[in-house]
């Protein structure tokens, strides 16, 4: 926890957090919770419409299943001491194969590295908007780590 | 998504998630719910002491109130396609600054390069006992991913 670089002012931190949320390749943490208040996590691709975090899963997994009805995912990305974490609303589901996934799933496979159409099990993208953004590297970027609240950017 | 390393067998996966258990100066993601179904996520950093993962925080803190309710969390260790993941049940906690709380503050202040009690604030350890261990690397090692059931190695 020694702290290592001066602490970012928010607008910085805004830019490196969108250029985290845009990175090609990268997998996230996921975190859900089931309606019992069993907490679930897993690493999973990504990718990043603009406005919304897309994940790829089965629509039977643990995960799929938790933010159906939770309607929510904190998401953590990056290297512990570089962290972006997103709470993210669920803001829609598409069938991988359907035809109105097309758009999405070409963003995906391109960002991700990886398409899900190609899995012979099923998928579903899972669309989450996020509501919160929060973002710090040591410990001094503690205060102001808050840079989204109720989906608005605050610096 | 793409596949770079052969899958590794059981034993050497056992191996090197001691290995990450044991790493110093690293954060472990820790992913707890409420008990409304909530689920929450921060990087937090960690000791092991040969049997259990141990992690120092705010008593008042949100990961504190949601494993001391559910007696659980779900720790995410390693970079996202090196990945340990731990269920940990609750086997205590210790106040930080308490007389009995001193050879684990110890081990902690060693392997977290921090040490809680010099803090201000008041912090507590958690000692979380693993239930089930998995680890994976890419796709090609989510086949015996499972290393650890009701906190006995299978491998």
Same mark, same amino acid.
Do not use: C
């Given at each position: 926890?020694? +702290? *290592? /670089?001066? &602490? !970012?002012?928010?607008?910085? *931190?805004? %830019?490196?957090?969108?250029? +985290?949320?845009?990175?090609?390749? &990268?997998?996230?943490?996921?975190? $859900?919770?089931?309606?019992?208040?069993? /907490?679930?996590?897993?690493?999973?691709?990504? &990718? =990043?419409?603009?406005?919304?975090?897309?994940? /790829?899963?089965?629509?039977?997994?643990? @995960? &799929?299943?938790? %933010? $159906?009805?939770?309607?929510?995912? !904190?998401?953590?990305?990056?290297? $512990?001491?570089?962290?972006?974490?997103?709470?993210?609303?669920?803001?829609? $589901?598409?069938? /991988?194969?359907? +035809?109105?996934?097309?758009?999405?799933?070409?963003?995906?496979?391109?960002?991700?590295?990886?398409?899900? *159409?190609?899995? @012979?099990?099923?998928?579903?993208?899972?669309?989450? !908007?996020?509501? !919160? %953004?929060?973002? =710090?590297?040591?410990?001094?970027?503690?205060?102001?780590?808050?840079?989204? *609240?109720?989906?608005? =950017? %605050?610096?």
């Amino acid at each position: 926890m020694a +702290t *290592r /670089a001066p &602490a !970012r002012a928010g607008p910085e *931190r805004r %830019i490196d957090a969108l250029a +985290t949320l845009r990175a090609s390749g &990268a997998d996230v943490w996921v975190a $859900t919770a089931s309606p019992a208040g069993v /907490a679930h996590l897993i690493p999973l691709s990504y &990718a =990043w419409d603009g406005a919304r975090v897309v994940l /790829a899963m089965p629509p039977d997994s643990v @995960t &799929a299943r938790n %933010i $159906t009805s939770s309607g929510r995912a !904190r998401l953590g990305f990056g290297p $512990t001491r570089d962290v972006v974490v997103v709470d993210g609303q669920l803001d829609g $589901t598409l069938d /991988a194969d359907a +035809t109105a996934a097309d758009s999405v799933a070409q963003l995906y496979a391109d960002q991700a590295d990886w398409d899900p *159409r190609q899995e @012979t099990v099923d998928y579903v993208f899972v669309l989450l !908007r996020p509501e !919160r %953004i929060l973002a =710090w590297r040591e410990s001094n970027e503690l205060p102001g780590k808050l840079l989204m *609240r109720d989906g608005e =950017w %605050i610096v």
